[in-house]
C-alpha cells in the first residue's frame, strides 16, 4: 500500500535534484540583475506530502513589494526556455523539465498573511506552517490524498470542487491521523467548523468551514461543494465499516461499447440530448463554471416551459465541450393554457381577449379568470433547444464557442459518438458516482 | 321575443287548468280521509313568471307539523296514478300529465320561515313573497332567465351550479329591470352582497350572496358556481356592449364527425383519455358530485405521479357516465428519481440504502440526500389509470358502477363512440364553453 502511494527514495532524490537546479539557475538570473528576489519550492512536493505519481512541482518567484512581478516572470520565462505561459489571478509559467510538472510563479514576498497583494503570495505561508508541523504525519497525509483521489473527492478545481492538497494536511493535523480524519467525518454535518487555531474572523456559509491558520478570515475549504463533503463522509463511514483497498484504488469505469450505450438508453426509457461543441481557450477554471451555468440556463429554458430534466451532466472530451442533459418529459400537447386576468378586471380582460384573437379553445373561465388555449410552439424539447439555445444567457467563452458551431444529439443519435473519452463519460453518468465512483462502497452501509 | 319567451294565452290556460284540476284532486282526497291539507301551486308557476317550453308545475302539499309527510305522499300517489317515486331530502311524486312534469310535494306548513322543519317548507315563503311584488315585472323575469338559459347559467341543480329561478327573481326585484340586472353584474366582484330586507345575519364565503327576503341566514346564491356567476358577467357586459337574439337563443353546437373528431385530436397534439361505465341509477344531484369527486381523484392521482392533466370534464350520454381527461404530459421517462435522506442522517439513510438495493442509477449526493434513480412502475399515463383506478377514493355510487365495469378509450379510441349525446359533448369540449357556449360573446370585450 505505502509502496504505492509513496515516492520511492530515488523519485524523492530526482524531485530535489530538478527543483534545486531550478531553484539555482533563478536565483542565478537574479543576481546577474541586481533582483533581489527568493525563490522557493512550495506545495506538497516542498512538505514532503506529494503522492507517488504526482509529479508537479511549484516553484515561487518572491520579490519584494515595490519590484514588478513581471521582472520574476521574465526570469521564470528564461529559466524554462520551452514553456507556455498560463494566467491565473496573474500570468505565470508552465514548463515539463525531466517528466516533471513545474509550475514557476511569480509573488510578493510580504511580512505577514493578513497583507496579501494577491492570492497566491498566501501559499509560501501555508507551505511555512505545515511544513514545520508535519512532520512525521506524511504518511497520514498520503493516505488520506490517495483515498480521496480515489472516491473522486481531491482536488479544489473548480471542475472537481473537492478537497485541496492544504485541507488535507490541515485535516490531518487537527485529527492527528487519517483514521481519525474518517472517523471524525463520519459525525459532521453541514456547517461543521475546524478552527486550528481558534482565531475565526468571520461567519461562513459553506458546508464545511476550515479557518486558515495563517488568514482568519480564509475558508480553506470554501471550493468543496456540499455533495463532494458528503462523497467523502459515505465513504468514510464505508471504509470503517469495511476496510478496502478498493477506496484508494477502485477498478476504473470502461468504456461503453454500441450495444452498452443503447441498452442504457432504452432502459431509462427517458430522451438523453447532448449538445457537443469546440472547447473554448480557455483554462478548466473558466471553462467549467460557464459550462455549469449554461447547463442551468437550459435547464431553467425547459422548466419554464413545462419539459421536466431527470439529471444532467458538463463534460469534455477531446477539444469538445459538452452539456448532458436527461429528460423526464420531452413531449408535451400542442394545446397550452394560457391564464389571463379576473375576468371582472375588465380592462384587463379586454387586452388579453383582444391579444388571443383565435384560440384552438376558449375563452372559457376558471376560478373567476379568463383562459385560453393555445397552440404551443415548441412541443419537443430539442425543437425548443435547437431554437433557443442561442438566444440564453451563456458565459462569455461558450456563447462565442456555441455560435461558432454546436451539434445537438437525442437519443441513439449519441451513438454517433464513437470517442473513447465520450463513452467514458457516458458510462460514469448512467452509474452516477462522479469519474470516479464512489457507489460500490454505499452497500456497506445498509 | 317576447313570443318566444312567453307562455300563450292558451298555454297559461292550460297550465291554470291542470293544476286546477289536481289541486282540487288533492283537497277531495283530503277531506274525504278528514286531513288537514293545503295545496298550492309554487313555483314560477305560481308567479307567473315560468318560460315558454317549461312545462314544469310544482305542486305542494302542505301539512301541519303533527301530520307525518307520509299521509300527504299517499294522497299523491293516489292523485297522480302513473308516477314514479323521488326523493330529495323527503320523497316526493314525479307524474307527467297531458305534457306537463308535475313533481307533487309533501310539506309542513310552518308559521314563519325561521321554523322550517325541511327545505321544501321554505318554497311556500318564497312564492308569496314573489307573488305580491313582482307584478309587472314578470316579462323582465322571462327575459332574464332566457338570456341565462341562452348562454349556460340557468339552473341551481348541482350539474350546472347556475343561477335558480328564485334567484333571478331577486335579481329582477332587485335592480328593477333585465338591463338593469345586467348593467348591475357588469360591476360585480366576488363577494358581492345584495340584501333585499337589510336583515343579513350571517357572513357567507361564496361568490355571490343574495340574502333570502324570507330567511336572514340563508344565501339564495349558495349553489352559484364562480365560473357560472362571471360567465354570466362576461355575458351582460358583451350584451350591452352589442346586443343580439343570439345570447337568448344561441345556435346549438353540433354533434362532431368522426373526421371532425380526429382533426381535434391532431390539431391539440394531447393525449384524450375517457372513462366511462353505466350510469348508476341516482338523481344528477347526486351522480354530478361524486362524477367531480373521481375527475378530481384521477387528476390527484397522475399529478402525484409526475404526469399533468390540461383539462377535463364530467358527463353523460344515454345510459353511460364518463370522465374525459385531457393530458398535456402523457409519457414520462422509465427512470425515475427517489430522493432520500440527508446523508448524515445515518440511520435514515441505511433504511433507505437497503430499501432500494439495485437501482438503475446511484446512490449518489444531490443538495446533501442521497437519492437513486429507479425504474418508474408506470411510464404511461393511461397504463396508472387501467391499473389504480378502481383503488381510489370514489363516491359510493361511481365506486360501485366503475367496479361493475368500464372502458377506457385514448386518442383515436373515441371515435368508436358513435353516440350523437356523446360527439355533441365532445363538440363543447373543445369549444370550452358549457353545454351551451357563451363564447361566441367574449369578442364584443376586446
Same mark, same amino acid.
Given at each position: 500500500?505505502?509502496?504505492?502511494?509513496?515516492?520511492?527514495?530515488?523519485n524523492r532524490?530526482?524531485?530535489?535534484?530538478?527543483?534545486?537546479f531550478?531553484?539555482s539557475r533563478?536565483e542565478?538570473q537574479?543576481?546577474a540583475?541586481?533582483?533581489?528576489?527568493k525563490? &522557493?519550492?512550495v506545495?506538497?512536493a516542498?512538505?514532503?506530502t506529494w503522492?507517488?505519481?504526482?509529479h $508537479?512541482?511549484?516553484?515561487f518567484l518572491?520579490v519584494?513589494?515595490?519590484?514588478p512581478l /513581471?521582472?520574476?516572470l521574465e526570469?521564470? *520565462?528564461?529559466?524554462a526556455p520551452?514553456?507556455?505561459e498560463k494566467?491565473?489571478?496573474?500570468?505565470?509559467? +508552465?514548463?515539463?523539465?525531466?517528466?516533471?510538472?513545474? $509550475?514557476?510563479?511569480p509573488?510578493y514576498?510580504?511580512?505577514?498573511?493578513?497583507?496579501l497583494?494577491?492570492a497566491v503570495?498566501?501559499?509560501?505561508f501555508?507551505?511555512?506552517? !505545515?511544513?514545520?508541523r508535519?512532520t512525521g504525519?506524511e504518511?497520514e497525509?498520503?493516505l488520506?490524498k490517495?483515498?480521496?483521489k480515489g472516491?473522486g473527492?481531491?482536488?479544489?478545481?473548480l471542475k472537481v470542487?473537492?478537497?485541496?492538497g492544504?485541507?488535507v494536511?490541515?485535516?490531518?493535523?487537527?485529527?492527528?491521523?487519517?483514521s481519525?480524519?474518517l472517523?471524525a467525518?463520519?459525525?459532521?454535518k453541514?456547517?461543521q467548523?475546524?478552527?486550528l487555531?481558534?482565531?475565526?474572523k468571520?461567519? +461562513?456559509? /459553506?458546508?464545511?468551514?476550515?479557518?486558515? =491558520?495563517v488568514?482568519?478570515e480564509?475558508n480553506?475549504?470554501a471550493a468543496l461543494?456540499?455533495d463532494? &463533503?458528503?462523497?467523502?463522509?459515505?465513504?468514510a *463511514?464505508a471504509?470503517?465499516?469495511?476496510?478496502?483497498?478498493?477506496f484508494?484504488?477502485?477498478?476504473?469505469?470502461?468504456?461503453?461499447?454500441?450495444?452498452e450505450l443503447l441498452?442504457?438508453i432504452?432502459?431509462?426509457?427517458?430522451?438523453l440530448?447532448?449538445v457537443?461543441?469546440?472547447s473554448? =481557450?480557455?483554462?478548466?477554471?473558466?471553462l467549467f463554471?460557464?459550462?455549469?451555468?449554461?447547463? /442551468?440556463?437550459?435547464?431553467a429554458? @425547459?422548466e419554464r416551459?413545462?419539459? *421536466?430534466v431527470?439529471?444532467s451532466?458538463?463534460?469534455r472530451?477531446?477539444?469538445?465541450? &459538452?452539456l448532458l442533459?436527461e429528460?423526464?418529459?420531452?413531449?408535451?400537447s400542442?394545446?397550452s393554457r394560457r !391564464?389571463g386576468p379576473?375576468v @371582472?378586471?375588465?380592462? +384587463?380582460?379586454?387586452r388579453?381577449?383582444a391579444a388571443h384573437?383565435? =384560440?384552438?379553445?376558449? =375563452?372559457?373561465i376558471?376560478?373567476?379568470?379568463a383562459?385560453?388555449e393555445?397552440p404551443?410552439?415548441?412541443? *419537443?424539447?430539442?425543437?425548443?433547444?435547437a431554437? /433557443?439555445?442561442?438566444?440564453l444567457?451563456?458565459?462569455k467563452?461558450?456563447?462565442l464557442?456555441i455560435?461558432?458551431?454546436?451539434?445537438i444529439?437525442v437519443g441513439p443519435?449519441?451513438?454517433?459518438i464513437?470517442d473513447e473519452a465520450f463513452?467514458?463519460? &457516458?458510462?460514469c453518468y448512467?452509474?452516477?458516482?462522479g469519474a470516479?465512483?464512489?457507489?460500490?462502497?454505499?452497500?456497506?452501509?445498509?
Amino acid at each position: 500500500m505505502k509502496r504505492r502511494i509513496k515516492p520511492s527514495p530515488e523519485n524523492r532524490a530526482r524531485l530535489n535534484e530538478i527543483s534545486g537546479f531550478i531553484i539555482s539557475r533563478i536565483e542565478h538570473q537574479a543576481i546577474a540583475r541586481g533582483l533581489s528576489l527568493k525563490a &522557493m519550492l512550495v506545495g506538497s512536493a516542498a512538505r514532503g506530502t506529494w503522492l507517488a505519481g504526482d509529479h $508537479d512541482l511549484d516553484i515561487f518567484l518572491g520579490v519584494t513589494e515595490d519590484t514588478p512581478l /513581471e521582472a520574476a516572470l521574465e526570469i521564470a *520565462r528564461l529559466v524554462a526556455p520551452e514553456h507556455e505561459e498560463k494566467y491565473a489571478e496573474h500570468p505565470y509559467v +508552465h514548463a515539463r523539465v525531466d517528466g516533471f510538472e513545474v $509550475d514557476l510563479v511569480p509573488c510578493y514576498l510580504v511580512e505577514d498573511a493578513s497583507q496579501l497583494k494577491s492570492a497566491v503570495d498566501r501559499t509560501p505561508f501555508h507551505t511555512k506552517y !505545515i511544513v514545520c508541523r508535519i512532520t512525521g504525519l506524511e504518511d497520514e497525509v498520503l493516505l488520506l490524498k490517495q483515498f480521496m483521489k480515489g472516491i473522486g473527492v481531491y482536488g479544489s478545481e473548480l471542475k472537481v470542487g473537492g478537497f485541496s492538497g492544504y485541507l488535507v494536511e490541515l485535516l490531518v493535523l487537527s485529527y492527528g491521523s487519517f483514521s481519525g480524519v474518517l472517523q471524525a467525518a463520519t459525525r459532521w454535518k453541514p456547517g461543521q467548523l475546524i478552527d486550528l487555531e481558534r482565531h475565526a474572523k468571520k461567519a +461562513h456559509d /459553506e458546508p464545511l468551514v476550515v479557518v486558515d =491558520p495563517v488568514d482568519p478570515e480564509r475558508n480553506v475549504a470554501a471550493a468543496l461543494t456540499m455533495d463532494k &463533503m458528503f462523497q467523502f463522509v459515505v465513504a468514510a *463511514r464505508a471504509f470503517l465499516a469495511k476496510p478496502s483497498l478498493d477506496f484508494f484504488f477502485p477498478t476504473p469505469p470502461k468504456a461503453l461499447s454500441d450495444e452498452e450505450l443503447l441498452e442504457q438508453i432504452t432502459i431509462r426509457g427517458s430522451s438523453l440530448i447532448l449538445v457537443e461543441f469546440q472547447s473554448p =481557450p480557455v483554462v478548466e477554471d473558466v471553462l467549467f463554471p460557464q459550462l455549469r451555468k449554461a447547463e /442551468e440556463s437550459v435547464k431553467a429554458l @425547459w422548466e419554464r416551459n413545462g419539459f *421536466r430534466v431527470l439529471r444532467s451532466e458538463v463534460g469534455r472530451y477531446s477539444d469538445r465541450a &459538452m452539456l448532458l442533459f436527461e429528460l423526464e418529459v420531452w413531449e408535451l400537447s400542442l394545446a397550452s393554457r394560457r !391564464i389571463g386576468p379576473p375576468v @371582472w378586471e375588465a380592462e +384587463h380582460l379586454s387586452r388579453f381577449l383582444a391579444a388571443h384573437p383565435q =384560440p384552438l379553445s376558449g =375563452p372559457y373561465i376558471a376560478e373567476g379568470r379568463a383562459v385560453v388555449e393555445l397552440p404551443r410552439k415548441y412541443a *419537443r424539447a430539442e425543437d425548443l433547444l435547437a431554437n /433557443e439555445l442561442v438566444n440564453l444567457s451563456l458565459g462569455k467563452h461558450l456563447s462565442l464557442a456555441i455560435r461558432d458551431g454546436h451539434n445537438i444529439y437525442v437519443g441513439p443519435e449519441l451513438l454517433r459518438i464513437e470517442d473513447e473519452a465520450f463513452r467514458l463519460f &457516458m458510462a460514469c453518468y448512467f452509474r452516477a458516482g462522479g469519474a470516479r465512483s464512489d457507489q460500490d462502497h454505499w452497500k456497506h452501509l445498509q
